[in-house]
Nanobody
Framework: QVQLAESGGELVQIGGSLRLSCAVS????????IGWFRQAPGEERKFVAG????????DYSDSVKGRFTISRDNAMITVYLQMNSLNYEDTGVYYC???????????????????WGQGTQVTVSS
């Protein structure tokens, strides 16, 4: 079992920055790849960024590439999502999720992830 807890979501002005955190526990955190997903009101959950078990591989959706950075600390306990140049389309509930099956690389779709956090709300406004 893996437990995930997101934090850092809040109301932010357009063009601003925010850093989300995902605390991983319950299983050796380096044994899972971690993904961040966003769900806007009335829409399905979508992949934002992901990082492999070792931290060697990362992947981003086209909409955030160059603006967001995913990383994990040396102890592999916390995964971060640094979000810069935020725009209205970045608004939504952000979930982190764990994939314990993939050995190398990272998946970019919801069905690959077995464990999910409760989510943290990010709202971008003027």
């Amino acid at each position: 079992q893996v437990q995930l807890a997101e934090s850092g979501g809040e109301l932010v002005q357009i063009g601003g920055s925010l850093r989300l955190s995902c605390a991983v526990s319950g299983r050796t955190s380096s044994s899972v790849a971690i993904g961040w997903f966003r769900q806007a009101p009335g829409e399905e959950r979508k992949f934002v960024a992901g990082i492999s078990r070792s931290g060697e591989f990362t992947d981003y959706s086209d909409s955030v590439k160059g603006r967001f950075t995913i990383s994990r600390d040396n102890a592999m306990i916390t995964v971060y999502l640094q979000m810069n140049s935020l725009n209205y389309e970045d608004t939504g509930v952000y979930y982190c999720a764990a994939d314990g099956k993939i050995l190398r690389g990272v998946h970019n779709y919801v069905a690959a992830y077995e464990y999910w956090g409760q989510g943290t709300q990010v709202t971008v406004s003027s």
